[in-house]
């Protein structure tokens, strides 16, 4: 059993701590709701957001549009590098960037006056391939998570965003109960 203990327990000592990059949908340019009510014919504006960055110098990804909207087109701040936000954009911040930070707007038509579902999605999914990419600061890519933004149509609440987590360490978790 020891023997078998010792080569799990170097292995996961040596792997590192996970990435907490997360590439998210928001409503305003605070970063502060996933979610809002579309109005009928008009644009609708969803900004894109990489956070919980711990030194990213660049992402890949697409947004997968479910919403029954139609995408007017996006405006980045920084360097794109190729494609676009619905089939798949690499963009490269100009540098090494910490936190959270705005990367896109993204504009987006509703085309419907009638009864419509409850719910519109738009799901941040990986390019190439399903899970969204981060270069570090090395140039070294890395898996990162994916949201999702909702458009409420009915006022009714639909689902919540992800919950932002931050690294911490066992003795700082202990010192909240203090």
């Avoid at 997360?22 to 996933?34: H, T, V």
Wanted: with cysteine.
């Amino acid at each position: 059993m020891r023997s078998l203990l010792l080569p799990v327990l170097s292995s996961l000592l040596l792997a590192g701590p996970a990435r907490a990059d997360s590439i998210a949908l928001y409503a305003d340019a605070g970063a502060g709701a996933c979610a809002k009510p579309s109005v009928p014919f008009q644009v609708n504006t969803v900004y894109v957001f990489h956070t919980q960055a711990t030194g990213a110098a660049g992402s890949s990804w697409r947004i997968e549009n479910t919403s029954g909207m139609a995408g007017l087109g996006s405006t980045c701040g920084q360097l794109v590098i190729s494609g676009d936000v619905f089939t798949g954009i690499s963009v490269s911040y100009g540098g090494c960037l910490a936190g959270t930070f705005p990367i896109c707007q993204v504009e987006l038509l509703s085309l419907t006056a009638g009864p419509i579902p409850d719910c519109y999605q738009l799901n941040v999914r990986g390019y190439p391939g399903d899970t969204p990419l981060v270069s570090d600061c090395s140039d070294n890519e890395t898996p990162a998570t994916g949201g999702f933004f909702t458009f409420d149509i009915e006022g009714k609440p639909c689902w919540d965003c992800t919950t932002p987590v931050e690294s911490s360490t066992w003795g700082r978790v202990k010192a909240m109960y203090r």
